[in-house]
């Protein structure tokens, strides 16, 4: 389902009217396979009962006012939502996937200090795409926050050179593999090209890589060869309630890992 630009105010009323909710997509250490933390994921539950997933309607509302309002309303949920538990569970890691326009503005920091997420900004990691690159005041206040005890991330990373070259130009030190990547790891095709390069680069920097996407065993044991600490898919677990992600990460929790 694509949705049309009239379904701004669609999505405006629809926050206004609960119908927005949130899962946790967790994030998994390839070495021991145990739950480090989770992604946090928005959901749109139309008043039909139809479920739109994020990659339908978030692109709608980038460089909207709705951009910044969405965002907020994510801060505020996470925080009533697995706050508690992150205090509980200081090792555990929560990341949230941060539009490029809002950044610099103040009002990010504003509804993370309001909601009491900022008192957990060593265990927050900020996801950034490549595919809206901060401006000047975002970069500096991504560099701000990474400051601070944030760890910032660049998702969709498809290894290449821009979005590599983005990587100098601010702090991050965790990079995500685009699923699409992912992907082409088959059973007759277990070393692409691009692995081979992201193994020479985990030699040559810290970064810490997250793959995307995980669905076999295949790609599990490629990625481990190559170097790749951490990934999310449904070979692990699809996304969860935060009830469901607090159960899970107990269950699979062996030892404390080291999510950068």
């Given at each position: 389902m694509t949705l049309?630009?009239?379904?701004?105010?669609?999505?405006?009323?629809?926050?206004?009217?609960?119908?927005?909710?949130?899962?946790?997509?967790?994030?998994?250490?390839?070495?021991?396979?145990?739950?480090?933390?989770?992604?946090?994921?928005?959901?749109?539950?139309?008043?039909?009962?139809?479920?739109?997933?994020?990659?339908?309607?978030?692109?709608?509302?980038?460089?909207?006012?709705?951009?910044?309002?969405?965002?907020?309303?994510?801060?505020?949920?996470?925080?009533?939502?697995?706050?508690g538990w992150l205090?509980?569970?200081?090792?555990?890691?929560?990341?949230?996937?941060?539009?490029?326009?809002?950044?610099?503005?103040?009002?990010?920091?504003?509804?993370?200090?309001?909601?009491?997420?900022?008192?957990?900004?060593?265990?927050?990691?900020?996801?950034?795409?490549?595919?809206?690159?901060?401006?000047?005041?975002?970069?500096?206040?991504?560099?701000?926050?990474?400051?601070?005890?944030?760890?910032?991330?660049?998702?969709?990373?498809?290894?290449?050179?821009?979005?590599?070259?983005?990587?100098?130009?601010?702090?991050?030190?965790?990079?995500?593999?685009?699923?699409?990547?992912?992907?082409?790891?088959?059973?007759?095709?277990?070393?692409?090209?691009?692995?081979?390069?992201?193994?020479?680069?985990?030699?040559?920097?810290?970064?810490?890589?997250?793959?995307?996407?995980?669905?076999?065993?295949?790609?599990?044991q490629a990625l481990?060869?190559?170097?790749?600490?951490?990934?999310?898919?449904?070979?692990?677990?699809?996304?969860?309630?935060?009830?469901?992600?607090?159960?899970?990460?107990?269950?699979?929790?062996?030892?404390?890992?080291?999510?950068?």
């Amino acid at each position: 389902m694509t949705l049309p630009s009239p379904e701004l105010n669609a999505i405006h009323e629809g926050l206004k009217a609960g119908d927005f909710f949130v899962e946790y997509l967790p994030i998994i250490s390839l070495g021991d396979q145990t739950c480090l933390g989770a992604e946090a994921l928005i959901r749109w539950r139309r008043p039909g009962g139809e479920v739109i997933q994020p990659g339908e309607f978030i692109p709608l509302l980038e460089n909207t006012p709705l951009s910044g309002l969405i965002t907020y309303w994510l801060v505020d949920t996470v925080t009533v939502e697995v706050g508690g538990w992150l205090h509980a569970n200081p090792e555990a890691r929560l990341s949230i996937n941060v539009p490029p326009e809002i950044l610099g503005r103040g009002g990010l920091e504003y509804a993370a200090v309001k909601s009491g997420l900022s008192a957990l900004r060593s265990q927050l990691i900020l996801e950034v795409t490549e595919r809206g690159i901060p401006d000047q005041l975002g970069l500096m206040a991504l560099n701000s926050m990474h400051q601070s005890g944030i760890s910032l991330a660049l998702d969709d990373v498809t290894m290449s050179g821009t979005n590599l070259a983005l990587i100098s130009r601010c702090d991050f030190k965790i990079i995500k593999i685009d699923r699409l990547l992912t992907d082409q790891i088959q059973p007759d095709c277990p070393q692409p090209d691009w692995l081979r390069g992201l193994a020479g680069l985990l030699q040559t920097t810290d970064l810490t890589v997250v793959a995307e996407g995980i669905e076999t065993n295949t790609q599990v044991q490629a990625l481990s060869a190559a170097g790749v600490q951490l990934a999310q898919g449904f070979y692990f677990s699809p996304p969860l309630a935060a009830a469901e992600l607090m159960s899970y990460y107990a269950r699979t929790r062996k030892t404390p890992a080291n999510l950068a």
